[in-house]
C-alpha cells in the first residue's frame, strides 16, 4: 500500500475538552492498526509553542508522538526521540520574513494595539514577534474581527489568524498549508497522499484540496470549517474531537 500523510490540528480535533482522559484512543487504535500494512507519517499542526504542546502530550499520556509538527501555525520541526529538531531553513526565513513584516507595519500593529485596547473584554499579549488578541466573548471576538478587518484591508500580506477567542497576525505565505506542503516535499509525499483534519479557523489554510485530497473535520468544528470541508467534499464526521478523526479516517482508509 501507498504511504500516507496523516495532518491533524491539536485542541479542538484530537483533544476534546476532557484534558484529563486519554489523548483520542480510536485514531491511536486507527494509526496503530494501520501502520501494520502501510508506511504512515503524522504531522500535528497547531498553534501551540512545541513546549506547550509536549506538555499537554505528557499530560494525556500521548501514546506516540508524531513525526513532524507545525508549531504557532508557521514553524516546522521534526521529532526525532522525542526531541524536535527545526527545520532550519524554512524557521530561518520565517523569522526573518516575519521581523521584516513587522518592521514594515509597526504603526499598524499600534493602530490595531489602541483601537482594541478599548475594549474592556479584550486582551493585548505579546506573541511570536508582534501582538496577540484575546476576545473574552462572542460579542467581543465579532467587534475585534470588524476592527482589525477594516484596519488590514488594504495590507494583504499581513493575515490575521484566528482560533476561537485568539488573534494572532502573520505573513500571509506562512500558514498551517504552507508548512504541510513543505513537508510534502520533503517526504515527496503528494496531496493524492494526505489527509488533513482540523476544526477551527486557523486551520482552513490548510483544509484545501490543493494541500490534501482527504478532508475531514469533527462535529465540533466551527461552521466556517463544516462548511469548507463540505464544499470540497470533504468528510464532516458525527462525532467530537479525536473520536471524529478516527471516523473519518475508517471511512477513507478502512482497516484490513
Given at each position: 500500500?501507498?504511504?500516507?500523510?496523516i495532518?491533524t490540528?491539536f485542541?479542538?480535533?484530537?483533544a476534546g475538552e476532557n484534558?484529563?482522559?486519554p489523548?483520542?484512543?480510536?485514531?491511536?487504535?486507527?494509526?496503530?492498526?494501520?501502520?501494520?500494512?502501510?508506511?504512515i507519517?503524522?504531522?500535528?499542526?497547531?498553534?501551540?509553542?512545541?513546549?506547550s504542546?509536549?506538555e499537554?502530550?505528557a499530560?494525556?499520556?500521548?501514546?506516540a508522538?508524531p513525526?513532524?509538527?507545525?508549531?504557532?501555525e508557521?514553524?516546522?520541526h521534526?521529532?526525532k526521540?522525542g526531541e524536535?529538531h527545526?527545520?532550519?531553513?524554512?524557521?530561518?526565513?520565517?523569522?526573518?520574513v516575519?521581523?521584516?513584516l513587522?518592521?514594515?507595519?509597526?504603526?499598524?500593529l499600534?493602530q490595531?494595539?489602541?483601537?482594541?485596547?478599548?475594549?474592556?473584554?479584550?486582551t493585548?499579549?505579546?506573541?511570536?514577534?508582534?501582538?496577540?488578541?484575546?476576545a473574552g466573548?462572542?460579542?467581543?471576538?465579532?467587534?475585534?474581527?470588524?476592527?482589525v478587518?477594516?484596519?488590514l484591508?488594504?495590507?494583504?500580506e499581513i493575515?490575521t489568524?484566528?482560533n476561537?477567542?485568539?488573534?494572532?497576525?502573520?505573513?500571509?505565505?506562512y500558514?498551517?498549508?504552507?508548512?504541510?506542503?513543505?513537508?510534502?516535499?520533503?517526504?515527496?509525499?503528494?496531496?493524492?497522499s494526505?489527509?488533513?483534519?482540523g476544526?477551527n479557523l486557523n486551520d482552513?489554510?490548510?483544509?484545501?484540496?490543493?494541500?490534501?485530497?482527504?478532508l475531514a473535520?469533527?462535529?465540533?468544528?466551527?461552521?466556517?470549517?463544516?462548511?469548507a470541508v463540505?464544499d470540497?467534499?470533504?468528510?464532516?464526521a458525527?462525532?467530537?474531537?479525536?473520536?471524529?478523526?478516527?471516523?473519518a479516517?475508517r471511512?477513507?482508509?478502512?482497516l484490513?
Amino acid at each position: 500500500m501507498k504511504p500516507l500523510l496523516i495532518c491533524t490540528d491539536f485542541d479542538g480535533t484530537l483533544a476534546g475538552e476532557n484534558h484529563a482522559g486519554p489523548l483520542a484512543p480510536d485514531f491511536f487504535d486507527w494509526l496503530q492498526g494501520s501502520r501494520k500494512n502501510r508506511s504512515i507519517s503524522w504531522v500535528v499542526a497547531t498553534g501551540r509553542s512545541w513546549e506547550s504542546l509536549r506538555e499537554v502530550l505528557a499530560q494525556h499520556q500521548s501514546p506516540a508522538l508524531p513525526e513532524w509538527i507545525v508549531t504557532v501555525e508557521r514553524e516546522i520541526h521534526q521529532l526525532k526521540k522525542g526531541e524536535a529538531h527545526s527545520l532550519e531553513d524554512w524557521n530561518r526565513t520565517c523569522a526573518e520574513v516575519h521581523e521584516s513584516l513587522f518592521g514594515r507595519h509597526g504603526a499598524i500593529l499600534e493602530q490595531i494595539q489602541r483601537e482594541v485596547a478599548l475594549d474592556e473584554e479584550v486582551t493585548v499579549v505579546p506573541d511570536v514577534g508582534a501582538i496577540g488578541l484575546i476576545a473574552g466573548s462572542q460579542e467581543s471576538i465579532d467587534r475585534t474581527h470588524q476592527k482589525v478587518s477594516r484596519i488590514l484591508k488594504d495590507r494583504p500580506e499581513i493575515t490575521t489568524v484566528r482560533n476561537g477567542p485568539y488573534f494572532r497576525f502573520a505573513h500571509s505565505n506562512y500558514h498551517k498549508g504552507s508548512c504541510l506542503a513543505q513537508i510534502q516535499r520533503l517526504l515527496d509525499l503528494p496531496p493524492e497522499s494526505t489527509f488533513i483534519a482540523g476544526d477551527n479557523l486557523n486551520d482552513l489554510p490548510m483544509l484545501r484540496r490543493e494541500f490534501g485530497h482527504y478532508l475531514a473535520c469533527p462535529s465540533n468544528s466551527v461552521p466556517e470549517v463544516i462548511q469548507a470541508v463540505r464544499d470540497q467534499k470533504g468528510y464532516v464526521a458525527s462525532s467530537e474531537a479525536g473520536t471524529g478523526i478516527a471516523e473519518a479516517l475508517r471511512h477513507y482508509f478502512p482497516l484490513v
